[in-house]
């Protein structure tokens, strides 16, 4: 594709559902990161995937939070029991390999009531 | 202690002149450093990379970096209106990580 693509753009539900939100990396980029971005704050890490593998999840805040990339393509960020905090833009980004360029997505904001 | 930090503005120019933004970071083995800028509700979007000290120059813009005082700057040269934004200074912190540390961003307005 030509960018990185991120699904929905928006996402809203209700404190306890759960949510998955997609993300589909520029092709042939082999490292794919997820951050989330509070309003006011700069993005912050949650997870790297290095092709089908989480080589950093280091970031992910709680066991809530999983994220999968069964192909070394796309990957899904999933948040479980959802809390009112869990409410940011979640961004994607990839890159060609480790330490390269990142790009970013269009992000999906998650709005949880 | 934050590990990217950056003065977060607002910063407002008058349109044609200079914009300097300036982002200091706490890793010593940091190695790749760069600048997105943000427009508000969009994806931040590369706009310079630098990673030897020095300066780098493309375009109206030039990053400059300094290793020895964790220093790294972005100037904006004949800034214009639509160089209105929020700019995000970037670490890779090179210590096996290969995600980025982000600063909080300042917000630039250019006034014409």
């Known amino acids: 594709g030509a960018g990185v693509s991120q699904t929905p753009s928006n996402k809203v539900t209700e404190k306890g559902k759960y949510v998955e939100l997609r993300c589909d990396p520029i092709?042939?980029?082999?490292?794919l990161y997820w951050y989330r971005q509070s309003l006011g704050q700069g993005p912050e890490f949650l997870i790297y995937?290095?092709?089908?593998?989480?080589?950093?999840d280091s970031g992910l805040p709680n066991d809530r939070f999983f994220a999968v990339r069964p192909e070394g393509s796309v990957s899904t960020l999933k948040i479980q029991r959802t809390e009112r905090g869990d409410s940011a833009v979640y961004l994607c980004?990839?890159?060609?390999?480790?330490?390269?360029?990142?790009?970013f997505g269009a992000g999906t904001r998650l709005s949880v009531l | 202690q934050k590990e990217v930090e950056q003065n977060s503005g607002p910063l407002s120019v008058p349109e044609g002149a200079i914009a300097s933004l300036n982002c200091t970071y706490s890793?010593?083995?940091?190695?790749?450093f760069f600048w997105y800028r943000q427009y508000s509700g969009k994806s931040p979007e590369l706009i310079m990379f630098?990673?030897?000290?020095g300066d780098k120059e493309d375009g109206r813009f030039t990053a400059q970096l300094n290793k020895a005082s964790q220093y790294v700057s972005l100037l904006i040269r004949d800034s214009q209106p639509s160089d209105s934004a929020t700019y995000l200074c970037?670490?890779?912190?090179?210590?096996?990580?290969?995600?980025?540390?982000f600063g909080t961003g300042t917000r630039l307005t250019v006034i014409p």
């Open positions: 092709s042939g980029h082999t490292a």
């Open positions: 630098i990673y030897s000290n």
């Open positions: 970037a670490v890779n912190m090179g210590t096996g990580a290969n995600n980025l540390f």
């Open positions: 890793d010593r083995g940091s190695q790749s």
């Open positions: 980004a990839s890159s060609l390999g480790p330490k390269n360029i990142q790009y």
């Open positions: 995937f290095q092709g089908t593998g989480a080589a950093d």
